[in-house]
C-alpha cells in the first residue's frame, strides 16, 4: 500500500494543479450517478402506483426528467475531463522539455535520445486518462457501488448478502490479478522505450549499418524490443481478460440466484414484485460501478508507469539557473590550472590546463586523439565543470556567473552538428534574431554562400535537408551563424573531414577576420589553420606541453613536428 501510495503521488504532481476541475468533475459525476441510483427506485414507484390503480404520469415524468438531466450534467463532466486531460498532457509534455533544456549537457547526452523522446510523445499519452478520468472515475465509481449495495440492502436483506458475497469474490480477483498487469504494463512501456531509443540510434547510423550490411542484424535487435512490448502486453491483456470473465460471469450468475431466491421469497409473500424489480434493476446496474473501477484501475496503473518514467528525468542533474542577463565581464578567456573529469571514476581529462586567449586574436589547440582538445571547449562552455583552477572571463570566474552568463557573446561552431533543424534562415538567425538583411548578405559573401542561397528553391526559406547542401556547405552555415552573432570570443571545432577549397579558404578568411574583432579559439585538424593561428597550445594527456607560433613549436616541440607531419599526410593533395 504505502508503494501504492508513493507511486500514487507521482501521478498526483501532475494532476495536483488541476485539483479544483477534478472536484468540480467529481461532484458532477457524484450528480449523475445519484440520478441513475435513484432511477430503480422511481420505477419501484411507478410499479407501487400501479398497484393501487393511481396515475403514473408523475413518476414517468420524474424519470425522463432524471434522464434527462442526467445526460446533460454527464456530457458536460466528459468535456471537462476530456479539456482536464489535454492539459495535464500539455502540462508534463512542458515539463519535460523544460527540463530537457535546463539539464546539465554532459548528463544528457548520456541518455539515448529516442528514449527520452518517446517520454514527451508515448509515455504523456498513457498519463492522460489515468490523471483526470481514472481519477474522478475511481471516486465515482466506489460511491456508485457502495450506495448501489446500501440500496440493495435497504430494499431486502437476503438478497443484499447474496450480491455481496459476489461482489466480494469479484474485489478478491481483482485485488490479486491487478499488480500483476501493472507490472506487465510497466515492462512493456520500457521495451517500447528501448525501442525508440534504439530505432533512433538506427535511423541516425542508417549509412553506416546499410554500409556494413546489418540490416538483418540490427532489425532483429529492434524486432526483439518489439516482441518484449508486445509479450508483456499480451501478458497484461491475459490477466485482464480472467478478470473481466469471471466478474462477469459472476455478477450474470448472482442474477440468476437473486432471480430465483426472489420469485420464491415474493411466492411466499415476504416481498413486494416492485421490490425484486427494483433490487434487479440494482443487480444489473452492478456491472457499471464495478467495471468503471477495474478499467480505471488499470489506466491508473498504466498512467502510474507513464507518470514515473516522465519523472524519472527529474533525475537529471540541473544547470544553475542563476541570471540570465548578460553582464559585462570584458574581452578575453582565462583557464587556470584546469582540473576537470567526466565521472567520479574516471581519470582526469584535463590535469592542470592553464591557457590564456587574448582580447583578439587565434589560438588553436592541436594535439592527438583524446589529449583534452574537445575537454578544454567544454570547460570554456560551461558543460564540464572544473573539479579544481577555474575558467575567467575578462577576469570574472565562471563561479560568479549563471551558466548563461558565461556563454554570453560566445559562439560555438561544433564539429558534428553544425546546423539546426529548419531554414537557412533560422540556422543563420538563431543566435542573434535581430541581425540585419544587410548584415545577412554580407556573412553569407564572407563565406562563400551567397550562390547557394540563390540556387535554393525557397532562398533563405529553404529547409536545410542532408540531400541539398553538402557537409562543407554546412560548417559555413554555422560559421555565417557565429559571425551573425558578433561574438567576443569564437569557437570552433574544426571538421575533421575533407573539405572541399572553397570552404577551406572560405573558413580560414572568417577566421582570420574574426580574429582582428575578437578572440578565436579553434580545436585545429588542418595544417593550414594552425598556421594561420596567432598561438598554437599543444595538449597531450590531459596538459598543455608546448604553446608558441608554427615556427616556435617546429624548432622546440617533438610532438608539434610529429603532429604536422601528421596534418601534411592528411591534406596532401591526391595524385
Ligand atoms: N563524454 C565523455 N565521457 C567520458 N569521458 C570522456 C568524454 N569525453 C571525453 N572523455 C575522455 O576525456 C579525455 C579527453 O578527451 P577529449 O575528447 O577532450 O580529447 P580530444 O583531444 O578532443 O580528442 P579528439 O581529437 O579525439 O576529439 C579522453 O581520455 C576521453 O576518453
Redesign the pocket.
Known sequence: MAVFTSRFAVLWFFARPHRRVLVFALVLGLIASSMELATPLVTKWVLDTLAVGGSISGPVAALFGLLVVGALIGWWQSVLLGTLAEDIVLGARRHLIARFLSAKV?SL?RKSPGDLVTRVTSDSVLMREAASSSLVGLVNGSVVLVGTLILMAVLDLVLFGVTLAAVAVVAVLFGALMPGIATAQEKAQAALADLGGGTEGTLRAIKTVKAAGAEDRQRDRLFADLDRARNHGVRAVRREAVAWTVSWTGIQAVIIVILALGAARVAAGEMAVSTLVAFLLYAFGLMGPIMELSQNMTALQAGIAAAARIREVDALPREAAGDAHAVDVGPGLALAAVEAR??AD??L?LAGVTIDVPERGHVALV??????????M?TVLGFLEPEAGEVRRGGVSYSQLSPRQARAKLAYVEQETPVVPGTVRDNLLFVNPDASDQDVARVLGELGLDSLVAELPDGLDSVLTDTNVSGGQRQRIAIARALLAEPEILLMDEATAQVDGVTEAAIHEAIRRQAKRGAVLT?AHRLSTVVDADRIVV?DG?RVVAQGTHDELLDDSELYRELVAAFRLESAPLR
Open positions: 554532459l547526452l567526466y565521472s574516471a581519470r581529462a594535439g592527438p586523439s583524446g589529449a583534452g582538445k574537445t575537454s578544454v567544454s580545436i595538449m590531459g
